[in-house]
């Protein structure tokens, strides 16, 4: 994919170069990716053999590229904590980079789906079932797919489609966009404003489709007369705006701003919406919705039924 790069290996430089910190932050993120496989498939167990609306769909597909995004950074970052040896071939950095970036545009357009999945169930009750039918949510599960899949080829021809011949070394603990483009030789200008192009399309555009869909829902919800229905609906949004707010709050801090304004902070925003929010996700939507707790507890009763054995009578 490159032109006329010499390049065939980088470094990482990884979080910190403190040998004293790097046993202590391993133990650290390796519970954290620990508690995220399980939390989110875990979230995947409960709400796909029981729960079969809309939102819950939407769910599965959100904790499948948690799992996804997060198991493309943690398990390098891991082993390069227990490393002195950080190499990563161009193939291997190019490979992280597209996987990272199309997760990360799929996770963008989910977050847009599940907010408008609210705004239909809250503003058309009636219609709900019909204008997000089994259908419709495939659909629109397969072009966030798809546009992540085209938007991670643009980010990736335009970071590696330049000439590699200064530093070898990544100031990051990945591959990510704007740590390999400061290793380019050629101009990048174009580059950067083709990327600023799809990230705003990506990340300013799902953000416009969750204001429009809460504006919406929000005035429909002021209408109600009874405070229960109206405590009701926006228990229901609570969820959805946490991990909005998670996401979108350190993705913008990371890739919103001019490549000459990054610095250190750079790195705990990386590990904030690469490590931590696809690990919190999960607690907030069990935790904060009464369904998911129903099948949890559930779930719980069958396991331990199954599991209690009765002593035979003599």
Not at 4 to 26: E, H, M, R, V
Not at 126 to 146: E, F, K, M, P, R
Not at 156 to 170: K, L, M, V
Request: proline share 4%; hydrophobic share 45%.
């Amino acid at each position: 994919m490159g032109r006329n790069y010499t390049q065939t290996k980088f470094i990482l430089l990884g979080i910190t170069d403190s040998p004293f910190a790097q046993t202590p932050l391993f133990l650290l993120f390796l519970l954290i990716y620990i508690v995220t496989l399980v939390g989110n498939v875990g979230i995947i167990t409960l709400v796909s053999p029981s729960l079969h609306t809309p939102m819950y769909f939407f769910l599965t597909h959100f904790a499948f590229t948690d799992i996804c995004y997060s198991t493309v950074v943690s398990p390098r970052m891991l082993a390069d904590l227990l490393s002195e040896e950080k190499t990563i071939s161009f193939s291997a950095c190019m490979m992280q980079f597209f996987t990272f970036t199309f997760f990360g545009s799929t996770e963008c357009h989910l977050l847009a789906m599940m907010a408008y999945d609210r705004h239909v169930a809250i503003c058309h009750p009636l219609l709900y079932v019909t204008i997000n039918s089994s259908c419709v949510c495939w659909q629109l599960v397969a072009s966030s797919y798809l546009f992540a899949f085209l938007s991670a080829i643009t980010y990736t021809w335009c970071t590696f489609g330049g000439s590699f011949c200064g530093p070898e070394h990544i100031d990051h603990f990945f591959c990510d966009i704007f740590p390999v483009l400061k290793l380019v030789c050629s101009d990048t200008h174009t580059s950067e404003m083709l990327i600023l192009a799809f990230l705003t399309i990506n990340a300013v555009g799902a953000s416009v489709v969750i204001l429009l869909s809460y504006i919406s829902i929000l005035r429909t919800v002021l209408r109600m007369c009874s405070a229960k229905s109206r405590a009701t609906a926006f228990q229901t949004c609570t969820s959805h705006l946490m991990a909005v707010a998670l996401f979108f709050g350190s993705a913008f801090f990371m890739y919103l701003q001019p490549p000459s304004s990054h610095r250190s902070l750079d790195k705990v925003a990386s590990i904030f919406y690469s490590m931590v929010t696809p690990m919190l996700n999960p607690f907030i939507y069990s935790l904060r919705n009464k369904e998911v707790k129903g099948a949890l507890v559930k779930c719980g009763r069958r396991l331990f039924n199954h599991c209690n054995i009765k002593p035979s009578r003599t």
